[in-house]
Nanobody
Framework: QGQLVESGGGTVQAGDSLRLSCAASGRTFSSAYMGWFRQAPGKEREVVAALSASGAYIQYADFVQGRFTISRDNAKNTLYLQMNSLKPEDTAVYYC????????????????????WGQGTQVTVSS
C-alpha cells in the first residue's frame, strides 16, 4: 500500500508564495500520473494541476493563470506545487493524489481516476 503525505501549507498574506510537497512512501509512484486538488469550505474538490509520470505532460486549472507550477522528483518520490501570487480565493485544503501506474504520458484531471490520496494541508490566504 502506498501513502501520500502533504506538507508546506500555512497562513500567508495575499501576494505571498508557498511551496507544497507531497512525499510518497510504501511504493514507488514514479510510473503514476499525479496531481494536486483543493477543496474550499462548502465547495467540491477541484483539480489544481496534474502531470504525467515523467513530468513531461502537465495540465493546469484555468484559475491558476500562470501562478502555480507543478513538478515532481521521481528519485525522491516527491510531488511539488509552487504557488506564487496567492489570492484569498486560493484558501482551501490542498490534496495530492496519485493515479494509475505504468501510465506513460497520461495526465488526468478527474478525481475519480485517482486511487491514492493524502490527508491534505491547509492553505489560508488573508487579504
Amino acid at each position: 500500500q502506498g501513502q501520500l503525505v502533504e506538507s508546506g501549507g500555512g497562513t500567508v498574506q495575499a501576494g505571498d508564495s508557498l511551496r507544497l510537497s507531497c512525499a510518497a512512501s510504501g511504493r514507488t509512484f514514479s510510473s503514476a500520473y499525479m496531481g494536486w486538488f483543493r477543496q474550499a469550505p462548502g465547495k467540491e474538490r477541484e483539480v489544481v494541476a496534474a502531470l504525467s509520470a515523467s513530468g513531461a505532460y502537465i495540465q493546469y486549472a484555468d484559475f491558476v493563470q500562470g501562478r502555480f507550477t507543478i513538478s515532481r522528483d521521481n528519485a525522491k518520490n516527491t510531488l511539488y506545487l509552487q504557488m506564487n501570487s496567492l489570492k484569498p480565493e486560493d484558501t482551501a485544503v490542498y490534496y495530492c493524489a496519485a493515479g494509475a501506474f505504468s501510465s506513460g504520458s497520461r495526465v488526468s484531471t478527474r478525481r475519480s481516476e485517482y486511487a491514492y490520496w493524502g490527508q491534505g494541508t491547509q492553505v489560508t490566504v488573508s487579504s
